[in-house]
């Protein structure tokens, strides 16, 4: 495996339904992100990971619960979400600071219901 | 007034055809300009990465950054179907980590 890899692919979830993402990285990054992409919208940044700490969340509902174990893994713990909700969520690494450019995984398709 | 605009396209043009995608922004603080290209189903993925002003030239992209105009450029030469995609400008005045993206530009060249 090389790269970023996200899983699911594809996702569809009910309003009470509890489901979580996941990404590993094997580019010895130790930076880790999680964005949000919605049609016709930029992408948007929800939250940071540098050496498994969260250095920044975006104003994200608390419906997302995002978790890193270490620099090579992350998720994002998805429970009562809302339509509005679906997107393609996309995970990234890099270096740390400034660092270096970003590298996305395919993303997740998710469906709220 | 959105940070980075971007037109959403689709820009279609015929295989051999230059082409040139643009975004314009509002944060004079801006000085790191990326291209990310994305096909569908897929994440984006780096082009181009520019510090500050002036041009970047990489096989048939050229990227440019116009700092007094608040205007950043990526243009193709000898376009191909393969370049087919979603182009999405990035710009940060802080790094990697903190990048504003544009909505992206869907571009379609045809045989």
């Known amino acids: 495996e090389t790269g970023v890899t996200q899983t699911p692919r594809h996702l569809v979830m009910g309003m009470t339904n509890k489901k979580s993402l996941k990404c590993e990285q094997h580019?010895?990054?130790?930076?880790m992100y999680w964005y949000k992409q919605s049609a016709k919208k930029p992408l948007e940044l929800m939250f940071v990971?540098?050496?498994?700490?969260?250095?920044e969340n975006n104003s994200v509902p608390s419906r997302f619960s995002p978790e890193c174990p270490n620099s090579s893994h992350l998720f994002l713990h998805l429970h009562t979400l809302q339509p509005e909700d679906s997107a393609l969520y996309l995970c990234?690494?890099?270096?740390?600071?400034?660092?270096?450019?970003?590298?996305f995984g395919s993303g997740t398709q998710l469906s709220v219901l | 007034q959105k940070e980075v605009e971007q037109d959403p396209g689709p820009l279609s043009v015929p295989e051999g055809a230059i082409v040139s995608l643009n975004c314009t922004y509002s944060?004079?603080?801006?000085?790191?300009f990326m291209w990310y290209r994305q096909y569908s189903r897929k994440g984006p993925e780096l082009l181009m990465y520019?510090?500050?002003?002036g041009n970047k030239e990489d096989g048939r992209f050229t990227a440019q950054v116009d700092k007094s105009s608040k205007y950043i450029s990526l243009f193709i030469r000898d376009s191909q179907p393969s370049d087919s995609a979603t182009y999405l400008c990035?710009?940060?005045?802080?790094?990697?980590?903190?990048?504003?993206f544009g909505t992206g530009t869907r571009l379609l060249v045809s045989p």
């Open positions: 990234a690494s890099s270096q740390e600071g400034i660092g270096g450019p970003l590298f």
């Open positions: 580019l010895g990054h130790n930076a």
């Open positions: 990971y540098n050496f498994k700490e969260q250095t």
């Open positions: 944060n004079s603080a801006f000085q790191y």
């Open positions: 520019t510090y500050s002003s």
């Open positions: 990035a710009m940060s005045d802080t790094g990697f980590q903190k990048l504003v």
